[in-house]
């Protein structure tokens, strides 16, 4: 196998590459971020990468650019060590969120990923409402959800809280691990295998980067102890990077993060709720809340106990915060948010130039 191949490269992806080949480009993909610096990986191996004043001309957005996990067709300008990002090849699936603060614009956390280790730890940090938001988004990503539940060695009795993450989990694995002992990571081979591309989301300080580092046979990425006042984390992963695993397999590591809103979610919340998508054809209102209307089939399930009242009430909060999202989004965006991509733009042009000297 080529070094193309170990990052995830078959025949669907020389396909889309297609005639790029003849016009002197060759096929890459995007490694590492790091504020809108790229690192590439090509046959030829790392390579520092751009992208072109015409592919940001053109952006309409930051979802436009390239993200990690892209493939993408690229070449060497004469004289040059930087490598121009020319094309993105299309996209199989797209993690992406609302991008941080008052812009409505859609960030892609990564692209192409096969499968999303949503993780979280057994002990203060472990939240179903939260949980079923990274599923939600996950979902939505096209890539295959499998809830990890970190620091088994930590956790006297980790049974209710299994069986608490099962309840919300749908069709998605649960699997309980100790990145630190390396206690049920077995589990994980069956997503973790050459050519595919898992990544790791969750909070900061939930074992990411030391669960890479255990599956890598190394301490290549850096770790930090959470507080222990409330097991939150440092923030110590601060970028995006992929690793291949000695044994095969591709692994993302990402900071954790803070904030976590849609950008799509109408899919991820039918498949994350799907109990109450299930019964919602049974009410006798098309468009019945599940709150206080009569003949709803999804309040009869909570009376019967084959429904959570809790689930129904977190269905609810995130349905509505993703039609605020819809409605924010339509109609075309805001003068004022067209205005800051052009400064966020110029500013990565800025630190491309620095970069470049
Ligand atoms: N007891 C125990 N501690 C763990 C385990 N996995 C990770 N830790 C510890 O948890 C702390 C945080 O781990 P990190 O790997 O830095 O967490 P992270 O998710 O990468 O955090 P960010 O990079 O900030 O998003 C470190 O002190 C780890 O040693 C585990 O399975 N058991
Ligand atoms: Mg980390
Ligand atoms: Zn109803």
């Known amino acids: ?10 025949a669907r992806w020389a396909e889309a590459f297609g005639a790029d080949a003849a016009k002197g480009l060759f096929p890459a993909r995007l490694v590492e971020e790091q504020r809108g610096l790229f690192q590439i990986m090509s046959a030829k191996g ?33 004289h040059e060590k930087v490598a121009l990002i020319r094309r993105i090849l ?17 960030q892609v956390i990564a692209a192409n990923l096969d499968a999303v280790l949503v993780m979280t730890a057994l002990n203060a940090e472990f939240n179903p409402r939260r949980l079923e938001r990274f599923l939600t988004v996950s979902r939505e990503s096209g890539a295959e959800p499998v809830l990890v539940l970190n620091k088994l060695d930590a956790c006297p009795d980790a049974a ?22 390396g206690a049920g990571l077995e589990a994980l081979n069956a997503w973790i295998k050459p050519g595919r591309t898992v990544g790791l989301v969750g909070s900061s300080g939930v074992g990411k980067s030391t669960l890479v580092n255990r599956l890598a046979g190394n301490e290549k990425i850096k770790t930090a ?44 919340l039918a498949k994350t709720f799907d ?3 299930a019964l919602a054809p049974n009410c006798r209102f098309k468009d019945c809340a599940h709150a206080a209307e009569p003949g709803c089939a999804v309040k009869a399930a909570v009376a019967a106990g084959t429904v959570l009242q809790d689930r129904i009430d977190a269905w609810r909060k ?9 409605r924010r989004k339509d109609p075309a965006p805001q003068p004022n948010e067209k205005q ?18």
Not at 47 to 65: I, P, V
Not at 90 to 102: M, N
């Open 1 to 10: 196998m080529g070094i193309l191949e170990d990052w995830g490269w078959d």
């Open 160 to 181: 209710a809280l299994l069986e608490q993450a099962r309840s919300i989990a749908g069709d998605a694995a649960v699997i309980a691990v100790s990145a630190k002992t």
């Open 46 to 78: 790392v390579a520092s990468a751009r992208t072109t004043g015409n592919m940001r001309h053109k952006a309409e957005g930051r979802a436009d650019l390239p993200a990690v996990g892209d493939w993408i067709a690229a070449e060497f300008p004469p």
């Open 275 to 277: 109990e109450i998508e």
């Open 318 to 326: 995130l349905k509505r915060e993703a039609s605020a999202e819809a």
């Open 340 to 357: 800051q991509w052009k400064t966020a733009n110029k500013a990565q042009r800025k630190r491309i130039k620095e970069k470049k000297k």
């Open 90 to 106: 299309p996209r199989r699936t797209k993690l992406s969120r609302k991008a941080a603060g008052d812009v409505m614009m859609e």
């Open 225 to 268: 102890e959470t507080r222990s006042t409330d097991e939150r984390g440092r923030h110590t992963t601060t970028h995006r990077q992929l690793f291949v695993l000695p044994g095969g397999g591709i692994l993302l590591d990402t900071p954790g993060m803070r904030e976590m809103q849609f950008w799509e979610a109408d899919q991820g």
